[in-house]
């Protein structure tokens, strides 16, 4: 999956044209008008694209997929904490995950290590956990802090610890001869497509703590969500998330099962906002 970031000096906002974002935004209101109540005017539209610029500067980040903003909008209007001040917090949401994708990016380009870095929507689906839980109950201030702590020192560590094991590799590789081929079939192994017993082999050790913990991490927290039974549960979402990624940082990095399972919800949002924009278009009977 190509990464959707980068630090290039270019127009922050891409291909896209301002006005076709605002459309994108504004292409929104037909599901949360008939979900739950709420739209956002052309003025609060280009008050959000305004923030996501400014954001977006300030991280030196240059957006070269899909917008982001309506993604949020469908992803947090389920939790029941934007209702108050609309525009206000989905401008806040979009400028926070910037701001937490600016830190991801530091070390990104810091590690170099292009195959480990975390997609959009594994992000966004981080932010939302920590949104909706206990520990933040909508606050966005502390959304941010949880994941700057829990998700960006997560991936601190998981690419500290990949740089650590290139770098071992790489000094056995330059050992005695015996070494070198004992190194040159682990090589060997790793590029070879994985058969059950090769597999085993190498996970054997962690094979079901893994396992156990992606489904736990990635796993439905919706008791912890309610802060009637989250006393009950045995701890909250950013709690266990934080043991998890304390014991083990590659947990951080969710299945691709699970990315396929976002990338697709993502689409049917888009398909939504599409349909809604024909809509429109035939309803004024020109283009937006």
């Given at each position: 999956?190509?990464?959707?970031?980068?630090?290039?000096?270019?127009?922050?906002?891409?291909?896209?044209?301002?006005?076709?974002?605002?459309?994108?935004?504004?292409?929104?209101?037909?599901?949360?008008?008939?979900?739950?109540?709420?739209?956002?005017?052309?003025?609060?539209?280009?008050?959000?694209?305004?923030?996501?610029?400014?954001?977006?500067?300030?991280?030196?980040?240059?957006?070269?997929?899909?917008?982001?903003?309506?993604?949020?909008?469908?992803?947090?209007?389920?939790?029941?904490?934007?209702?108050?001040?609309?525009?206000?917090?989905?401008?806040?949401?979009?400028?926070?995950?910037?701001?937490?994708?600016?830190?991801?990016?530091?070390?990104?380009?810091?590690?170099?290590?292009?195959?480990?870095?975390?997609?959009?929507?594994?992000?966004?689906?981080?932010?939302?956990?920590?949104?909706?839980?206990?520990?933040?109950?909508?606050?966005?201030?502390?959304?941010?802090?949880l994941t700057e702590r829990i998700i960006?020192?997560?991936?601190?560590?998981?690419?500290?610890?990949?740089?650590?094991?290139?770098?071992?590799?790489?000094?056995?590789?330059?050992?005695?001869?015996?070494?070198?081929?004992?190194?040159?079939?682990?090589?060997?192994?790793?590029?070879?497509?994985?058969?059950?017993?090769?597999?085993?082999?190498?996970?054997?050790?962690?094979?079901?703590?893994?396992?156990?913990?992606?489904?736990?991490?990635?796993?439905?927290?919706?008791?912890?969500?309610?802060?009637?039974?989250?006393?009950?549960?045995?701890?909250?979402?950013?709690?266990?998330?934080?043991?998890?990624?304390?014991?083990?940082?590659?947990?951080?990095?969710?299945?691709?099962?699970?990315?396929?399972?976002?990338?697709?919800?993502?689409?049917?949002?888009?398909?939504?906002?599409?349909?809604?924009?024909?809509?429109?278009?035939?309803?004024?009977?020109?283009?937006?």
């Open positions: 999956m190509p990464m959707d970031f980068s630090l290039l000096a270019a127009d922050p906002f891409g291909a896209l044209s301002t006005a076709e974002r605002k459309n994108l935004i504004l292409a929104t209101n037909r599901d949360a008008w008939t979900s739950y109540g709420l739209q956002l005017t052309p003025e609060e539209s280009e008050m959000i694209l305004q923030t996501e610029k400014r954001a977006l500067d300030a991280e030196n980040l240059v957006q070269l997929g899909s917008d982001i903003t309506p993604r949020i909008i469908h992803l947090f209007l389920p939790s029941g904490y934007l209702g108050q001040h609309y525009a206000l917090r989905v401008a806040e949401l979009t400028a926070a995950f910037y701001r937490i994708k600016g830190s991801l990016q530091a070390l990104y380009d810091e590690a170099d290590d292009p195959e480990c870095f975390l997609s959009d929507n594994a992000l966004l689906d981080y932010m939302y956990r920590f949104f909706v839980s206990p520990n933040c109950a909508g606050d966005i201030d502390e959304t941010v802090t960006v020192g997560g991936m601190r560590r998981l690419l500290e610890a990949r740089a650590a094991k290139r770098k071992a590799a790489a000094a056995a590789f330059q050992g005695d001869p015996v070494t070198r081929a004992l190194y040159a079939d682990l090589r060997q192994l790793e590029t070879d497509e994985p058969g059950y017993d090769t597999d085993y082999e190498r996970e054997l050790y962690d094979y079901k703590y893994r396992e156990a913990m992606h489904t736990d991490v990635f796993g439905n927290y919706a008791e912890d969500y309610d802060v009637e039974t989250a006393a009950y549960t045995r701890g909250t979402y950013a709690e266990e998330l934080e043991e998890a990624l304390r014991r083990n940082p590659a947990l951080l990095l969710p299945s691709a099962d699970m990315e396929a399972e976002w990338e697709q919800r993502a689409e049917e949002w888009e398909e939504l906002d599409a349909a809604a924009l024909a809509e429109q278009k035939r309803r004024n009977g020109k283009e937006l």
